[in-house]
C-alpha cells in the first residue's frame, strides 16, 4: 500500500540507473509514483518516463524558482500538457520567498500560481504546493500570501474535487490546520526522521492521519539512516515508520491509510 507522492524521477541524479531506482521501489512495495515537473521541459520529460514505467504518474507545471517573465504566456502549453495520459495534478507550483526575495519576482510568483490554479480548477485536477519561507521560517508572508490565494481559488471551484497537498511540510501547526480546513493534504518528507526535527514530529502528531501523504522528494531530502545520500522512492518506507512512532500505531496501518490517501486525492484507484 505504501506510495511516493513526490519523487523527481526526471533528475540527472536519476539517469544512470533509473530503471533499478523504480525496480527497488516495486521491491519495496511501492504501488505509484507522482513524479512532479519544475517547468514545461521538464514536464515533457516526466510524461515521457511515466509511459516507460506503469507504476510512475506525473504532475505537470512550473516551479516558483524556475518562474520567467514569458511564462505568463505559457499556461496553454501547460493546459495541454496537463491533458496527456497519466498526469493526474498541476504542480510542482507554489511560491517560494526564500531564494526569490525581490518584490516584483514575488508578485509574477502569484500571477503565475493564479494562472496554474485556474488550469487545475479547470480540468479538475489537484495541485502539489511548494512552500518555503526566506530563512525557512515556520510562518510569514509567503504562508500567509499562499492560503490566501487557496482560499480564494477553493472557494471559486467548479468542481468539488480534492484540492491538492502542501508539498514536504516545514510550517506551523496553524498553517496545517488552515490547509486542512480547505481540504488539503499534508505531506510528509525525510526531514520528519532527523534527530533536530522534534518540532515537526510534534506537528505530525497532531494531524488527523487521514490528512497526511508520504513524500520522499527524492533525490532530495534522504530519510535517516540515508542523510547525505542520494533518496529514492525505495526510502519511504523510514518515513511511514517515523510517522507510525508519533502517531501511536503500526507501519502497515499508515502505509495503509496514506496510500488510500493518495488514491483520493490522485484519482489512482481510475488511473491506466
Not at 1 to 7: A, G, K, N, R
Not at 105 to 112: F, M
Request: hydrophobic share 40%; proline share 6%.
Amino acid at each position: 500500500m505504501l506510495t511516493d507522492t513526490h519523487c523527481h524521477l526526471d533528475s540527472e541524479a536519476f539517469d544512470a540507473d533509473r530503471a533499478a531506482v523504480i525496480q527497488r521501489a516495486v521491491d519495496a512495495g511501492i504501488e505509484r509514483i507522482l513524479v512532479p515537473a519544475l517547468d514545461l521541459r521538464s514536464s515533457r520529460r516526466c510524461i515521457e518516463i511515466a509511459g516507460e514505467y506503469p507504476p510512475v504518474f506525473v504532475a505537470v507545471g512550473i516551479h516558483p524558482t524556475e518562474i520567467k517573465p514569458e511564462d505568463v504566456r505559457s499556461i496553454d502549453v501547460l493546459r495541454e500538457l496537463a491533458k496527456q495520459p497519466k498526469v493526474q495534478a498541476i504542480g510542482e507550483i507554489g511560491l517560494d520567498y526564500y531564494w526569490v526575495q525581490d518584490p516584483d519576482e514575488q508578485a509574477l510568483q502569484r500571477d503565475v500560481l493564479r494562472q496554474q490554479l485556474a488550469v487545475a480548477a479547470e480540468l479538475n485536477k489537484p495541485v502539489v504546493l511548494h512552500c518555503r519561507e526566506r530563512g525557512d521560517a515556520a510562518s510569514g508572508p509567503c504562508s500567509d500570501d499562499l492560503i490566501a490565494i487557496l482560499e480564494a481559488w477553493v472557494e471559486t471551484r467548479a468542481e468539488a474535487g480534492i484540492p491538492g497537498v502542501l508539498h514536504s511540510f516545514s510550517s506551523s501547526l496553524e498553517i496545517a490546520q488552515r490547509a486542512i480546513a480547505l481540504g488539503f493534504y499534508i505531506g510528509v518528507t525525510g526531514p520528519v526522521t532527523y534527530k533536530n526535527a522534534e518540532a515537526r514530529r510534534r506537528i505530525i502528531a497532531a494531524l488527523p492521519l487521514e490528512r497526511l501523504l508520504i513524500e520522499t522528494d527524492a533525490p532530495y531530502l534522504s530519510p535517516e539512516p540515508h542523510r547525505g545520500h542520494r533518496n529514492e522512492p525505495a526510502y519511504v518506507a523510514y518515513i511511514a515508520d517515523k510517522i507510525a512512532g508519533v502517531q501511536s500505531s503500526t507501519t502497515d496501518h499508515i502505509a495503509a491509510v496514506t496510500g488510500d490517501n493518495a488514491a483520493q486525492m490522485l484519482s489512482w484507484r481510475d488511473a491506466a
